[in-house]
């Protein structure tokens, strides 16, 4: 299992790191070994049984204690407002936050607050949930930020003007721009955080077999099962995350897009800083966050 540095099981004794989506797939195994090497881990699930039963094993398996569990839909930004809340009150400062929850819708589904789901989930989320805990990363001595995206962001694009209104969807095409804003948002954070203890990175953590697609359309999820032989598990797509929550080596390194443990290019449209000031802006109106 990972393990770059000879990390050992105190390495992160002290830390509280928040892990979203921990209860299968790549969030699980991430808050799993965060929690094995001695972090306070908080997961954010969306279903209770799933995630206390991973909570459980989590437990058992690294002997860590320390495992709390929050429950939260982060399609619904009342349900952000609400989980954010809930760790604000409980903890003075935080460590490391993992934005790690996403999905891939099949036919085009609005949510109860107006938001394709995917974007909801896949970036808004993001965008607020990462805004609402800054105060407590801020108070830590340092503090990372590590939001997963995907490759399939070469595919989006960011359109202001003609944002996700009906019209012909794709689910790929909106997975793609909900990506592509992650990526965006997490250069525009690393900016804004230029002069602080914070650091905010992205990643692609590989075609992993997760359940991602669970609500995707059927022919979606045949071309994903015949696919899964030849994807990566979970344990091998946690790596890229783990290795931006953990290694010594990235002290300070901010602002960069990372593949197999390396840092690599993102698309041409996601450096641009314009765009990301506007889709910023756009953002605080439609999650009703204002700095």
């Known amino acids: 299992m990972f393990d770059p540095e000879k990390l050992t099981s105190q390495s992160l004794a002290n ?5 979203t989506g921990a209860s299968s797939g790549i969030g699980k195994i991430t808050a799993r070994e965060l929690a094995r090497l001695g972090a306070q881990v908080l997961m954010i699930c969306r279903n ?3 995630g206390e039963s ?9 002997g860590n204690q320390n495992v709390m569990l929050f429950q939260a839909d982060l399609s619904l930004m009342r349900e952000v407002r609400r989980v954010a809340k809930e760790i604000n009150d409980k903890f003075p400062r935080l460590d490391i936050l993992i934005n790690n929850a996403g999905m891939m819708p099949g036919k085009r589904t609005v949510t109860s607050e107006g938001f394709e789901l995917s974007w909801a989930t896949n970036y808004l989320s993001v965008f607020l949930l990462t805004n609402l805990l800054l105060d407590k990363l801020m108070a830590a001595e340092s503090a990372r930020i590590i939001n997963v995206s995907s490759e399939v962001h070469r595919l989006g694009q960011i359109n202001l003007q003609d944002m996700h209104k009906p019209g012909k969807y794709s689910s790929i095409t909106a997975y793609a721009d909900s990506k592509l804003a992650t990526i965006m948002f997490t250069y525009e954070l690393a900016r804004r955080l230029e002069l602080t203890g914070i ?5 692609h953590p590989g075609v992993v077999a997760t359940n991602v697609t669970g609500q995707a359309h059927t022919a979606m999820k045949y071309l994903f099962m015949l696919g899964r032989p030849f994807m990566r598990s979970a344990e091998k797509g946690a790596e890229t995350t783990l290795f931006l929550a953990t290694s010594p080596t990235l002290t300070g390194v901010s ?6 443990k390396k840092a690599v290019r993102s698309s041409g449209q996601s450096y ?5 000031r506007r889709l910023w802006t756009q953002t605080e109106k439609q999650t009703g ?3």
């Not at 650091?199 to 990643?203: E, Q, S, V």
């Open 54 to 62: 991973a909570r459980q094993e989590i437990m058992a398996k690294t």
């Open 48 to 50: 209770p049984e799933k």
């Open 199 to 203: 650091t905010a990175n992205c990643l």
């Open 255 to 260: 602002g960069l897009y990372y593949k197999n």
């Open 272 to 276: 641009n800083p314009a765009i990301a």
């Open 289 to 291: 966050f204002q700095a």
């Open 15 to 19: 830390k509280i790191a928040v892990v």
